[in-house]
T-cell receptor
Framework: DAKTTQPNSMESNEEEPVHLPCNHS???????IHWYRQLPSQGPEYVIH???SNVNNRMASLAIAEDRKSSTLILHRATLRDAAVYYC????????????FGEGTQLTVNP | SAVISQKPSRDICQRGTSLTIQCQVD?????MFWYRQQPGQSLTLIAT?????????ESGFVIDKFPISRPNLTFSTLTVSNMSPEDSSIYLC???????????FGSGTRLTVV
C-alpha cells in the first residue's frame, strides 16, 4: 500500500477553520484517499473520501491536488469535539479493500 | 451507515487463557476486519474476516494465535489464544459498508493480560 505522510500534531482555535495536510507522493491511479478520525477511547470514525475531485460532506471538505500527490482535510469551523487523531489513508482496490493506518495527526482545539 | 456492536468492551484475563471478542453489525457489510491498537499508537491490521472461509492474515499474525470466524455477513469473532501480557491491547473490528463504501468501526475491546 502507498504511504502517507502527516504532521504528528496540529493546533487550532475553536470556531476557526483547520487545514490538515497529507502527502502521498507514491499514490497510484486506483488509490482512494480516505480520512478517518479517532476520538479518545473510541474506534475510528469515517470522515470523508475521494478519488480525484474535491469532496464535501456535512463533516468536512477534502481538497485533492491536481497531481493527487497531496490532499487537505478542511474542517470549516473547529469545535472542541473535533479534537482527535486524524488519519489520512490510501485504499487500493487491488489490496482487498483493507485500510492500512499510518500515525495520523493529533489535532488539539483550543477554546 | 452500519453500526457495529463489539463485546466485551474490556476484560482482564489470566496469562495462558483465551478470550473471544464478538462483533455484530446491524446491516450487511461486504467485508470485515480485525485490528489491534497499542495505547497511544495507531491501528495495526490483524486480518480480513472472510465469510465462510479462513481469514486472511497480515504479516506477523497467525491463525493459531488469532483464530477468526465469520459465519455470516453480519457477525465475526476474534479469539486471542494462550494470552501473554504482550497481548494487552485494544482490539477493534471494522466493516465495509456495501452502499457508502465507508468503513465503520466497533468501539473496541480493551484487553489486559495479567
Amino acid at each position: 500500500d502507498a504511504k502517507t505522510t502527516q504532521p504528528n500534531s496540529m493546533e487550532s482555535n475553536e470556531e476557526e477553520p483547520v487545514h490538515l495536510p497529507c502527502n502521498h507522493s507514491t499514490i497510484s491511479g486506483t488509490d482512494y484517499i480516505h480520512w478517518y478520525r479517532q476520538l479518545p477511547s473510541q474506534g475510528p470514525e469515517y470522515v470523508i473520501h475521494g478519488l480525484t475531485s474535491n469532496v464535501n460532506n456535512r463533516m468536512a471538505s477534502l481538497a485533492i491536488a491536481e497531481d493527487r500527490k497531496s490532499s487537505t482535510l478542511i474542517l470549516h469551523r473547529a469545535t472542541l469535539r473535533d479534537a482527535a487523531v486524524y488519519y489520512c489513508i490510501l485504499r487500493r482496490e487491488t489490496s482487498g479493500s483493507r485500510l492500512t493506518f499510518g500515525e495520523g495527526t493529533q489535532l488539539t482545539v483550543n477554546p | 451507515s452500519a453500526v457495529i456492536s463489539q463485546k466485551p468492551s474490556r476484560d482482564i484475563c489470566q496469562r495462558g487463557t483465551s478470550l473471544t471478542i464478538q462483533c455484530q453489525v446491524d446491516s450487511q457489510v461486504t467485508m470485515m476486519f480485525w485490528y489491534r491498537q497499542q495505547p497511544g499508537q495507531s491501528l495495526t491490521l490483524i486480518a480480513t474476516a472472510n465469510q465462510g472461509s479462513e481469514a486472511t492474515y497480515e504479516s506477523g499474525f497467525v491463525i493459531d494465535k488469532f483464530p477468526i470466524s465469520r459465519p455470516n455477513l453480519t457477525f465475526s469473532t476474534l479469539t486471542v489464544s494462550n494470552m501473554s501480557p504482550e497481548d494487552s491491547s485494544i482490539y477493534l473490528c471494522s466493516g465495509k459498508d456495501g452502499i457508502t463504501h465507508g468503513y465503520t468501526f466497533g468501539s473496541g475491546t480493551r484487553l489486559t493480560v495479567v
